[in-house]
């Protein structure tokens, strides 16, 4: 497997813009975080998911972030309209559900830096 | 709810050990620790589960004490390999979610 694949690697975009983050878990992976990362507030989780259920999103900062998850092999997040303030490298994790606990490793994604000007 | 690392930064030489904890405020179902390096994304290290089962796949050893709602990670005769920002992540119950602690940055100098 290719292991957790994320796009773009890399995104300028001018404040105000929508921007789309894309991710592909590993498959057969049943759970799919996403992360936010930035020095001051360090690894933040925004949402995840369970059989492409969101089942928190209790860390989304604003409603203009959304995520969805329309099958097993797909994820996006959008943010909608951009802002300087959100620049940072967003992950993607996946990570199974085995044994009755989720005691198996998350395997995240390379990331998305993201940059807002 | 994010579980709190100390020390956030630690310089060692090579051959030195040190010592990474991870605490928190509620109850722990299980201890995640990962390994970041400038970057690239966390990698896993380890897993403690609640009731002592432990399952990693490197030289690096951690405890985890359900009483004290506290994990360590130990890290004996520090190669510069070892360098890199070391993450706690907790689960409070079976659920999914996993929350991570701010992070502690380890430099292994020669």
């Known amino acids: 497997d290719a292991g957790v694949i994320q796009s773009p690697r890399h995104e300028v975009t001018e404040m105000g813009q929508e921007v789309t983050l894309r991710c592909k878990p590993i498959?057969?992976?049943?759970?799919l975080f996403w992360y936010r990362q930035t020095m001051m507030r360090g690894l933040e989780l925004l949402i995840y998911?369970?059989?492409?259920?969101?089942?928190?999103d209790s860390g989304m900062p604003e409603d203009r972030f959304s995520a969805k998850m329309p099958n097993a092999s797909f994820s996006t997040l959008k943010i909608q309209p951009s802002e300087p303030r959100d620049s940072a490298v967003y992950f993607c994790?996946?990570?199974?559900?085995?044994?009755?606990?989720?005691?198996?490793?998350?395997?995240f994604g390379q990331g998305t830096r993201l940059t807002v000007v | 709810q994010q579980p709190v690392q100390s020390p956030q930064a630690v310089i060692l030489r090579e051959g030195e050990d040190a010592v990474i904890n991870c605490s928190s405020s509620?109850?722990?179902?299980?201890v995640h620790w990962y390994r970041q390096k400038h970057g690239e994304a966390p990698v896993f290290l380890m897993i403690?589960?609640?009731?002592?089962e432990q399952k990693g796949h490197e030289k690096i050893s951690a405890s985890f004490n359900e009483k004290k709602q506290q994990s360590s990670l130990y890290l004996t005769a520090s190669q510069l390999s070892y360098s890199g920002t070391y993450f706690c992540?907790?689960?409070?119950?079976?659920?999914?979610?996993?929350?991570f602690g701010q992070g502690t940055e380890l430099s292994v100098k020669p």
């Open positions: 998911f369970n059989n492409n259920v969101p089942i928190d």
């Open positions: 994790a996946s990570s199974l559900y085995s044994r009755g606990a989720l005691n198996t490793e998350a395997f």
């Open positions: 498959s057969g992976h049943d759970y």
């Open positions: 992540g907790t689960f409070y119950n079976q659920g999914g979610k996993l929350i």
């Open positions: 403690l589960l609640k009731g002592g």
């Open positions: 509620k109850a722990l179902y299980s």
